[in-house]
Nanobody
């Protein structure tokens, strides 16, 4: 059993900052990639930022220079620091983790993908 718990969303004024966290727990053998997606009303879910197990990052063009993704491997946690927020950043943000459970490792199975429950970020004056 794997759980992803997100925190850090809320209401912020344009130009403000928020930091999202996503803690992963359960029977985890290894964590591969971690990332953040978002979905605004009436739009498809889109990748915001990703980070590999080696620390390589990638960002959506719309957030480059404003958002920073990081991870703490000791805590199995991924973060998203969001600065200079804009109204168009308003969305539900979901963390996404690709990992291998201990059961999968025992039976030589591959990774599985898990999603957080989502946290609302609203940027408005």
């Amino acid at each position: 059993q794997v759980q992803l718990v997100e925190s850090g969303g809320g209401l912020v004024q344009p130009g403000g900052s928020l930091r999202l966290s996503c803690a992963t727990s359960g029977s985890i053998f290894s964590i591969n990639a971690m990332g953040w997606y978002r979905q605004a009303p009436g739009k498809q879910r889109e990748l915001v930022a990703g980070i590999t197990s080696g620390g390589r990052t990638n960002y959506a063009d719309s957030v480059k220079g404003r958002f920073t993704i990081s991870r703490d491997n000791a805590k199995n946690t991924v973060y998203l620091q969001m600065n200079s927020l804009k109204p168009e950043d308003t969305a539900v943000y979901y963390c996404n983790v690709r990992l291998r459970t201990t059961v999968a490792a025992i039976f030589e199975k591959g990774d599985s993908t898990y999603w957080g429950q989502g946290t609302q970020v609203t940027v408005s004056s």
